[in-house]
């Protein structure tokens, strides 16, 4: 787990646990008065907090953000412990673009304000922690957001209200005992409480959270850190070079990002690790579950590593218990450490919510995180949405939606969710006409960071209206919600849709796989559905899918069996413009989606038409018909001309005999340009 | 002496022949009459049988091959015979032709498959189609080498026959059987040649030298038992060789084609050598397919004309400093600053990069001569400034001026039609005219001199001061109007004298069409906004137009047929009187009268080879009922354009009595070529795993079926294609494709 755009807002638990028990006295004189309500209340105004306060904000509702700390971030203040984040702030893109370089940007929040780009904050690449502290404290304050400070918020309840936009509301009761009504719960509290795994000995280990961060502390020592992570390796990586050696212990094999394409794994800025032990520099990685182990210390201070099993043999003193090596001379952690520390992440802190709120752990992956819906919203209380790091269920180990460069965009459809839920605002879209289709997407799959960064994710859709002769552009959906798009955007989706999603190769990402195997990209486009980068794949739809349907999709697809699908070959420079490689088999694939052809034509093609044909192709109908043909002009003419997709008709009476058996003389087409027209005839 | 035995190893069933040795023909061919060879033909066993004129010398040598076939078909439990047709018996089969002969397979009585006998032109063909016949698709064919096995109790060395079992491949694979295993050569591969070579497939040679002929011979020998019935191997003495091949090469690769240089090799592992057999037979598997898709078009070759000519011009530059490039940051001062057009466009969009060339032309036309700014905002690079203004679709032009919201051009994507728009924005619309005389000045053209050559028709609105409501909204009339023609107002004390003129009763619209120099007055009577946008557009609409690329669609949406004369160069006066006196009359108001001049509107010609087979002579008068049926209806050429002909010409129409010349094509626009169908690709890779079911998988594929019988047919193909494709880029780089391993021992058992 990354802490690059963890939102970790509340501290130790110690604190909140103290004040869990008395609240309940205050709770029931605050009931007695009505409690002042907030339509929406945000726990923690750390990055989600905070993205959720400017939707609110922009949209003029009623809210307020409860923060502990005196200022936001206040999780940046203390970690990362090395002060490093390792979200990077790519400064430079060789593009004007705003949002594709948001793609590159994994620190900023979404705003109106260009000046709220955490560019402007830090020249480093891999940031300060101060100066996340410092951005999150302007984005605030230059937004005006509703923030209270130093309000604690020891005890969540729910009170049952017919009155109410779900059927209840929130109770939040702060340190005062002061108590908030809110018909809206945002759980933006991050992941807050230390993991700590239990064994004999474990009082003897150190924790990440209070470790000593500086390297002479541990001047020729042997060190023995838990976990594997980013916060393991990011502590290793700062005493490498002066402890005797480290030895790193964990569960399961290293997992490094760039293999894994999760930006939570092993970031190659903190392995220097991996590098020293396989350079036989004494350090070294070992694989064992840490329940089994256990910790003596002793005489000296030293710290051995034995087995559970061996304490379990009966109450021995630090020096006569049983250690491997009295087996196994040869065992590997034999040698005597000076200090052990504890790098095992974080949990989500479960102590604040009653009971009441079946706020539950216990996702498929682990017990940190909440669970939730694809929509964010808890299983068990509806109008209670979980917010930024603390969301992470729905992509564990998948996308970025643990991440600040991730939740931004979760943040902005939650938002959209409960705008049409509550306010029936729609989910926005834009409404072309069909001829813009092709464009539309290929848009969207060159700057939308939101689909970029919320891979498998967030999905684009676009919905045909009848007879598809246009449609509406709907922006980053999340596509787990698919099946109930209609009740959550507002959106009619009656005549068929696509929804546009970016994907990795299917077999490509994965902790043990060569990431740099030879012709591991593709070139061709008739082998776009093998690229292994990440491109743009395209679902077509009939129908939308059902519940059951999104549920029970086949193993590893991101979606039910589409109709139709369409990938768009990978790109080296995820530059998807190229008029032949990318666009022409994107608009081949529309078009038999659509059974029709989406070509565009200048005016002259499209007057020869409309007094050829009764019907005109839709780039004719939806701008010649409205007098907004194109008209070129005589260079382009040319080109045409000796590309044989045009005609000179300046050549007076001169028939094409051969020009007719062109490859475009499709007699499936009722006449292109390059036909000859009496093939038409035959047809009659 | 026939070496080898078929095994037909059937699904499930395997019955193997073990054959050794047969003396040759122990049973000759029986010859029958036509009655008696029927009279033999039992239900369930198949037969062959030659029919043949008596006597015919031609056929001497396919009789000998015909015995030949006896024996191996026998062991197949299929009887030969050959039937002489005797002029007493007459049998369909035996043709009434002395040269025609031919063989037929029937299994029992009935008639399987007829062979022309120059299919079975030796002992090997006529075995192969038979048993082709006999059904064996699920069939694998083996051949067993059992000559060189001097112990019956030792096991043939068999080979499987890969290729799909056709005729073809089956002569070519027992030819190549019967051929040596490895020859020994020492003269220019260019110049050997062996049986191989005619059937098609390449010669590999290894490359040996005197001190290591016994490895390079076992070499030699594995590579040819692995690439028997692929390709012909030899063994190449380099020692005894009189042409030089380079120092290095190991082997020495001829493809079957001739004229193709052999190549140099250096392979130092004998699955490379393999290999490059192997996909070289797929290339030519390739071409094969290839060659069925003639006329089946590529999908890769660009069929979009706008996407073709923007992408030919890619290297050319256009003098893109003509125009202001905007930002983000400079956007809102320059459009604020002065009066502009901003096109927004993407770099990417093939529409909008043929409009900025335009655009470009435009900005030449007004360079140092317009006060209005030409920008342009690449929203590839802008999202966010065109998300603001509005623009979510491109390429837009908008014009922005000083206290007034932008507007949106709303016309062609032109070079003229935008030159229009600006130039008639120059002047505020309506324009207040102040003085009577002013009045006919501007009604006269006098006043806007330049502008008239842009707007045909000037309008000016007479109201009498008090007319408060009906001025403003002439007011907004004009204003939406702005842009596409000229609007005035005059509501002086004295407007009564103009009204007086013009015979208007007040509020009146005067419309001064400058070509005709008419003035016509139109009553407005408590028209909103919206009827004196329309009276005002019909105004502009011609009675006899010349019909051009940029003015049709607004002709056509009067939704009328149209009826068009084709003239070359310009209409003959008198053809134009006739059609205008017609339309007086109101002969034609159920019609668009209109004619086209080829010589401003070349594309006309395409539109007369659609409707006649020959160009014909001009002028011509056609009726064009586009909007029901699609009828194209002539006025016969031999008849003069008078007006009485044309009255007589649309009674007839009227009552139904013309035929028409041909009649449009009403089909809707479907996709010009299929497109790549990936969801078939990767079921069928997913298929070469043993992988999860897919219960969609059913369902789906019949709601698609209808729609997809083409895309099928292409996937179907494309799927062998694609493996094939990536082994023969492999191919290319075969060198750094050492460690692949290709697994073929399957043909060695």
């Excluded at chain 1, 080296?572 to 032949?580: E, I, N």
């Excluded at chain 1, 020869?608 to 003419?637: I, N």
């Excluded at chain 2, 022949?17 to 047969?22: I, L, R």
Aim: glycine share 6%; charged share 25%.
């Amino acid at each position: 787990m990354g802490f690059s755009a963890a939102a970790r807002l509340w501290g130790p638990p110690g604190l909140l646990l103290t004040f869990a028990f008395h609240p309940a006295l205050c709770l029931r004189a605050a009931q007695t008065s009505a409690p002042p309500h907030r339509d929406y209340c945000v726990l923690g105004a750390g990055p989600a907090g905070l993205q959720m306060a400017y939707f609110l904000q922009r949209a003029g509702r009623d809210y307020a953000v409860f923060e502990r700390a005196p200022r936001p971030g206040s999780f940046f203040t203390r970690y990362p412990r090395h002060r490093k984040l390792i979200s990077i702030n790519k400064r430079h893109t060789g593009k004007a673009n705003a949002e594709f370089n948001l793609r590159h940007d994994w620190n900023s929040l979404l705003s109106h304000d260009p000046g709220l780009l955490f560019r402007h904050y830090s020249r480093a690449y891999f940031p300060d922690a101060g100066d996340m502290v410092r951005y999150l404290g302007d984005f605030a304050d230059r937004l005006g957001l509703h923030v209270l400070y130093n309000t604690t918020i020891a005890h969540v309840t729910l009170h049952k209200d017919r009155q109410a936009w779900n059927g209840h509301y929130f109770i939040l009761t702060d340190r005062k005992g002061h108590a908030h009504r809110c018909g809206v719960l945002f759980v933006a509290t991050g992941l807050s409480v230390p993991n700590q795994v239990d064994f004999p000995g474990s009082e003897y280990v150190e924790g990440y959270e209070s470790v000593s961060v500086d390297p002479k502390d541990f001047e020729g020592q042997n060190v023995l850190i838990l976990g594997r992570g980013n916060s393991a390796f990011e502590t290793a990586e700062n005493i490498l070079g002066v402890t005797n050696f480290i030895h790193m212990l964990s569960r399961s094999r290293v997992r490094l990002s760039w293999a894994t394409h999760y930006v939570g794994d092993l970031r190659a800025i903190n392995n220097g690790l991996l590098d020293t032990y396989q350079l036989k520099s004494l350090d070294g990685l070992l694989e064992s579950d840490l329940t089994d182990l256990a910790v003596v210390k002793d005489r000296e201070g030293k710290f051995h590593v034995t087995l559970k099993f061996f304490l379990e043999e009966g109450n021995q003193s630090a020096d006569t218990i049983t250690l491997p090596q009295d087996d196994n001379d040869n065992f590997a952690m034999r040698v005597a450490y000076d200090r052990v520390i504890r790098c095992l992440g974080w949990n989500f802190d479960f102590s604040i919510f009653n009971e009441s709120l079946r706020l539950s752990s216990g996702g498929e992956f682990s017990k940190k995180y909440p669970l939730v819906k694809a929509s964010y919203e808890s299983k068990g209380s509806r109008g209670l949405f979980v917010l930024g790091t603390a969301s992470h269920s729905v992509d564990y180990r998948k996308s970025a939606g643990g991440f600040i460069h991730g939740f931004r965009y979760t943040v902005r459809a939650v938002h959209r969710l409960l705008e049409h839920r509550h306010h029936d605002v729609a989910w926005p879209s834009t409404q072309h006409p069909i001829s813009q289709l092709t464009s539309s997407i290929v848009r969207r799959v060159n700057e939308a960071s939101g689909l970029y960064q919320m891979f498998g994710v967030l999905a684009d859709v676009v919905l045909l209206k009848e007879n598809a002769a246009a449609f509406e552009y709907l922006e980053e959906f999340p596509m787990q919600m698919l099946a109930q798009l209609e009740t959550i955007t507002g959106r009619k989706a009656r005549h068929g849709l696509f929804v546009i999603n970016m994907e990795y190769g299917r077999n490509f990402s994965g902790p043990d796989k060569d990431v740099f195997f030879y012709d591991r990209s593709v070139g061709h486009t008739e082998d776009a559905w093998q690229s292994n980068f990440l491109h743009p794949v395209i679902y077509y739809y009939r129908h939308l899918p059902t519940e059951q349907e999104v549920r029970f999709r086949p193993a590893d697809w991101a979606l039910p069996r589409p109709t139709a699908i369409h990938h768009i070959v990978e790109d080296f420079l995820t530059d998807w413009t190229a008029p032949v490689g990318h666009i022409l088999p994107l608009r081949r694939f529309l078009e038999n989606c659509l059974d029709t052809d989406l070509r565009s034509f200048y005016a002259e093609s499209c007057f020869l038409f409309a007094l050829t044909h009764q019907k005109l192709p839709p780039f004719c109908q939806q701008g010649y018909l409205r007098m907004q043909g194109l008209v070129g002009t005589e260079t382009l003419r040319r080109h045409g001309v000796e590309s044989g997709l045009l005609r000179d008709y300046t050549i007076v009476g001169r028939r094409r005999e051969d020009q007719g058996q062109g490859p475009l003389s499709s007699s499936r087409a009722p006449g292109p340009p390059v036909q000859p027209l009496d093939s038409n005839k035959e047809e009659l | 002496m026939m070496s080898f035995s078929f095994n037909i190893f059937r699904v499930g069933i395997s019955f193997v022949m073990m054959c050794v040795f047969y003396k040759s023909a122990v049973d000759s061919l029986s010859e029958l009459s036509p009655q008696k060879y029927f009279s033999t033909l039992q239900p369930g066993k198949a037969s062959l049988a030659y029919f043949c004129q008596a006597d015919s010398p031609r056929t001497s040598v396919f009789l000998e091959e015909l015995n030949e076939a006896v024996k191996p078909l026998q062991d197949y439990g299929i009887s030969v015979a050959k039937v002489n047709c005797v002029k007493e018996e007459t049998s369909r089969y035996c043709g009434k032709e002395k040269d025609l002969v031919r063989a037929y397979l029937f299994r029992g009585n009935i008639l399987l498959r007829e062979f022309p006998t120059d299919t079975l032109f030796d002992v090997n063909a006529i075995v192969a189609h038979v048993l082709f016949t006999e059904d064996i698709e699920n069939a694998h064919l083996y051949f067993f080498h059992c000559k060189q096995v001097l112990d019956l109790t030792e096991q043939c060395r068999r080979t499987l026959m890969e290729p799909p079992l056709t005729t073809l491949n089956i002569h070519r694979f027992i030819k190549t059987m019967e051929a040596p295993l490895l020859t020994e050569v020492a003269e220019d591969p260019q110049q050997v040649s062996t049986v191989h070579l005619q059937l098609g497939l390449p010669l590999v040679f290894i490359v040996s030298q005197q001190a290591t002929y016994e490895a390079d011979r076992r070499t030699a020998e594995w590579v040819a038992w692995r690439l028997l019935g692929k390709a012909g191997v030899l063994l190449l003495l380099r020692d005894s060789l009189e042409v030089d091949i380079p120092l290095h090469a190991n082997v020495v690769f001829r493809r079957a084609e001739e004229g193709v240089p052999v190549e140099f090799l250096v392979l130092h592992d004998i699955d490379l050598i393999i290999s490059r057999v192997e996909s070289n037979m797929h290339i030519e598997e390739i071409q094969e397919d290839g060659d069925e898709d003639m006329g089946s078009p590529d999908m890769d070759i660009q069929d979009d004309e706008v996407a073709e000519t923007v992408y030919r011009d890619r290297k050319r530059r256009l003098p893109l400093e003509l125009t202001v490039e905007l930002t983000e940051e400079t956007f809102n001062a320059t459009v604020v600053a002065s009066d502009s057009i901003v096109l927004f466009y993407a770099g990417w969009q093939a529409v909008s990069m043929a409009f900025l060339q335009s655009y470009i032309d435009l900005a030449i036309k007004l360079k140092g001569t317009s006060s209005m700014l030409l920008t342009r905002v690449n929203c590839a690079d802008w999202p966010d400034l065109c998300t603001k203004q509005n623009v979510t679709e491109f390429p837009v032009v908008k014009m922005y001026k000083e206290g007034k919201s932008p507007v949106s051009y709303p016309g062609m994507l032109g070079t003229e039609d935008l030159l229009k728009f600006i130039q008639l924005n120059r002047i505020s619309c309506p324009v207040n005219i102040t003085s009577v005389q002013e009045a006919e000045e501007y009604l006269s053209g006098e006043l806007y001199k330049d502008l008239i050559s842009y707007s045909s028709v000037s309008v000016l609105g007479l109201f009498s001061p008090n007319m408060t409501t009906a001025k403003e909204d002439f007011t907004e009339a004009g204003n939406y109007l702005k842009g596409c023609v000229i609007t005035g107002i005059y509501s002086e004390d004295d407007v009564l004298i103009l009204s007086h003129k013009y015979a208007a009763t007040l509020p009146a619209l005067l419309l001064a069409r400058h070509k005709e120099g008419e003035i016509e007055s139109i009553p407005l009577a408590n028209s909103p906004a919206q009827d004196i946008v329309q009276i005002i557009t019909d105004a502009l609409l011609e009675t006899f137009p010349e019909i051009t690329v940029e003015n049709l669609p607004i002709y056509l949406r009067l939704q009328k047929p149209l009826f068009i004369l084709f003239s070359d160069g310009s209409i003959n006066p008198q053809y134009k009187k006739a059609i205008l006196m017609l339309v007086n009359e109101k002969h034609l108001d159920s019609l668009t009268p209109c004619w086209l001049n080829l010589k401003n509107t070349p594309v006309g010609r395409g539109i007369l080879e659609a409707y006649f087979d020959a160009l014909p002579p001009l002028p011509l008068l056609v009726m064009v009922n586009l909007h029901s049926g699609g009828q194209v209806f002539a006025f016969p050429s031999d008849q003069a354009i008078t007006e009485q002909n044309l009255l007589l010409w649309l009674k007839k129409l009227e009552a139904g009595l013309e035929s028409h010349i041909t009649i449009l094509p009403a089909q809707e626009w479907k996709p010009p070529l299929p497109a790549y169908d990936f969801l078939s690709m990767m079921d069928a890779a997913a298929s070469h795993h043993p992988t999860r079911k897919d219960p969609e998988c059913a369902k789906e594929t019949d709601a698609q079926e209808n729609e997809k019988k083409h895309e099928d047919k292409s996937a179907f193909r494309k799927e062998p294609i694609e493996t094939l494709r990536i082994k023969h880029w492999n191919r290319s780089n075969l060198f750094k494709e050492g460690g692949k391993s290709f697994k073929h021992d399957n043909k060695e058992l």
